[in-house]
């Protein structure tokens, strides 16, 4: 028999802002059994009701999602994903850092989600879609029309004899990905990565898709061609960090540009859903043209939920704890109640994240007793918990740099400089209208400007075209010095782009090439999705909801950067975490992926954040909870540095039961 109290006690708060952060819908898996199914069912209801029309008819038609901050609009996104997917592809589209190359960015991210498995399913959406279309659907024609690509594309040509965007390499791609080995070629060139030449010769292409106008096109494609398959719908998420205008706004108008294109030119069997916060909507409503505003053809607000939704939110979460008491609690929310809900709610209603926080409140008082619980809380260990589990997120989804544009690439490391506070950032620095947001330069205080460029494309064209805009920012004095940063090769000697390389970086150059490792852009892309989330208001830490001024904060106080190399090699910070010349320790050298850290010091810095977030745990649920974060560590490893952190008395084991199992940890001086 286990009390109720004890297991509480020995339990991760089932509030904790780790396990509730919304971040990203599309990357990751939501928890069913978390979900109370009243809240927000009109809008599920509607959006399916709108769906089910585009799959009738086949007509595009946009709707706007809108709500206040904590209200649950992305958790919403993923109910929609996760309920409707059987009956339509769903497709994500992460914040576009430039206007400019919008299109690009949309068919990026729209292959990108097509890519991905749906639940239940063997084959990606793309392969899904692919196998859908008619020419897959003729009986014993398949397999001849298979066996030859020419045929395949002849045959799709008769399918679609009109409107289809440069026909004969779209439908030869589209027939490589029936290829496994050709697979991922296919799709690097149907996401518009520019490949290089002996790339595009494999797949029988002659360009890679460069241009807004041919991006777009080729979106028209998969519009065009859908119509006899499911709806693809694409959402549109944390717009507060798009691009921006000149005069600092977002620009919305840029994405309204884009959904009243697909309708003027009426692609079809697209739904697409732009969800926006109420506050950011108003005040940039009137930025966005009318006659655009009007292509949203329903508006769906989320309402704040009522008490009974908010007691079943608290019972959905308590659930786990209940199931492992005996006796069974009276009360399926213990140790909450109704009477604190109408207190704290007078007017019956709440949004479902300020529900969960004063749970998180609630629990945190009865696990320590009220007078520990009302102490100051670690923001910092909170927030490095929230950091380690989106790292997590990062490093499952982005298997190699390509991945992510150069725009994006570029956008994530100015996001940190200015966290860092390196001095003053500018935008587009190299000379060049088509490189300039593959760059920006900065000022270090007492120092000359700083020039930073980042391309990975494989392309050597692209390389030369670069190398030439770097060669023109040296020449006309831009910059002091110059870093350009690219993992992909460079070429060979007699290439344009390489002799261009070896002059400027040449060894005894200010300027400096380098290599940036994948873990590096970990680090980065963990810290733009935060970045993403602050603006959106859906990042709490100690009970506070951050901006990004206090996400900057918080990057900074924790130091959590200290070990990315990239920003070593830039000499953005150092040892500590901080720029040369601010009491910094010097970097250790380094050859390719070293770890700075002793191979226990992560884990043990893990188990006092733990504990310091939630004061008071059982000693097999932080064994457990480290395995999970630490997959290569066992449990007996675990113990054993729990027992080396209770030796150095950096925590304490509540007495000298011999069962880890009814063991409690806590901090020293943390319990009366």
């Not at 339990?11 to 919304?22: E, H, V, W």
């Amino acid at each position: 028999m286990t009390a109720i109290d004890q297991i509480i006690r020995q339990a991760i708060n089932p509030f904790d802002p780790a396990t509730f952060k919304p971040g990203n819908f599309w990357h990751e898996e939501q928890n069913p059994a978390l979900d109370v199914e009243s809240i927000h069912q009109e809008v599920i209801r509607e959006v399916e009701a709108v769906l089910d029309q585009v799959a009738q008819d086949h007509r595009t038609r946009t709707m706007m999602i809108f709500g206040d901050s904590g209200a649950g609009k992305t958790h919403v996104l993923g109910r929609l994903k996760r309920i409707l997917n059987p009956k339509a592809f769903f497709v994500y589209i992460d914040p576009f850092p430039e206007s400019e190359a919008i299109w690009r960015h949309v068919l990026r991210y729209t292959v990108d989600s097509l890519v991905h498995k749906p639940e239940g399913q063997a084959e990606s959406q793309l392969l899904l879609w692919l196998k859908s279309l008619s020419a897959f659907k003729q009986g014993g024609i398949v397999s001849w029309v298979l066996s030859d690509r020419q045929r395949f594309i002849r045959s799709l040509k008769a399918s679609y004899p009109s409107g289809i965007y440069n026909a004969n390499e779209f439908f030869g791609v589209l027939y490589d990905l029936i290829d496994p080995d050709r697979y991922p070629l296919a799709c690097e060139w149907l996401r518009g990565d520019n490949l290089d030449d002996e790339s595009l010769k494999l797949l029988s292409v002659k360009h890679s898709i460069e241009t807004e106008d041919a991006a777009q096109k080729v979106l028209a494609n998969f519009g065009r061609i859908s119509a006899e398959t499911q709806p693809i719908v694409l959402c549109f998420d944390q717009l507060d960090n798009i691009a921006r205008t000149s005069d600092g706004a977002i620009d919305l108008q840029a994405l309204f540009n884009v959904n009243s294109s697909i309708h003027n030119q009426l692609l079809k069997n697209f739904l697409i859903i732009i969800s926006i916060i109420t506050s950011t909507w108003r005040q940039n409503a009137d930025r966005v043209q009318l006659a655009d505003q009007v292509r949203i053809d329903t508006s769906v607000p989320l309402k704040p939920i009522s008490l009974d939704q908010a007691e079943a939110v608290w019972a959905s979460r308590l659930l786990p704890l209940h199931r492992q008491a005996n006796p069974q609690p009276d009360s399926p929310i213990f140790p909450l109640t109704r009477q604190v809900l109408e207190q704290k709610y007078p007017g019956g209603k709440t949004y479902p994240r300020n529900a969960l926080e004063l749970g998180r409140r609630i629990v945190q008082s009865y696990k320590v007793g009220p007078s520990r619980a009302e102490q100051p809380e670690d923001a910092i260990a909170a927030f490095k918990l929230v950091w380690l589990k989106e790292f997590n997120r990062i490093q499952e989804r982005i298997t190699r740099i390509r991945q992510l544009s150069a725009p994006e690439l570029t956008q994530m490391l100015k996001e940190t400089f200015a966290a860092l506070q390196v001095g003053e950032i500018r935008p587009r620095f190299l000379p060049s209208p088509t490189y300039a947001s593959h760059s920006f330069s900065y000022q270090p205080e007492n120092e000359g400007r700083v020039g930073v460029s980042w391309n990975e494309d494989p392309s050597l064209t692209t390389l030369f075209h670069i190398m030439n805009a770097c060669r023109r920012a040296v020449e006309l004095n831009l910059c002091e010095r110059l870093f350009l940063i690219r993992a992909e090769g460079i070429g060979k000697p007699g290439n344009r782009g390489y002799e261009l390389h070896n002059q400027i970086f040449a060894e005894n150059s200010p300027h400096q090439h380098i290599k940036p490792s994948l873990h590096s852009v970990h680090y980065l892309a963990t810290y733009h999705n935060l970045v993403n989330a602050a603006y959106a208001g859906e990042i709490v830490v100690a009970g506070k909801t951050l901006d990004i001024q206090a996400l900057e904060s918080f990057i900074r106080d924790s130091h959590i950067l200290q070990n990315c190399l990239l920003l070593r090699d830039l000499e953005v910070i150092s040892g500590n975490g901080v720029r040369e010349g601010e009491g910094a320790i010097a970097p250790k050298p380094h050859d390719s992926e070293p770890e700075f850290q002793s191979s226990s010091e992560p884990i043990q810095d893990f188990l006092l954040d733990l504990l310091k977030t939630h004061q008071l745990l059982g000693r097999q649920v932080m064994v457990q909870t480290t395995v999970g974060q630490f997959a290569e560590m066992s449990e007996d490893q675990v113990n054993e540095l729990i027992q080396q952190l209770s030796e150095e008395n950096q925590l304490q084991v509540l007495g000298d039961n011999p069962n880890l199992e009814e063991q409690l940890v806590y901090l020293p001086d943390q319990l009366d």
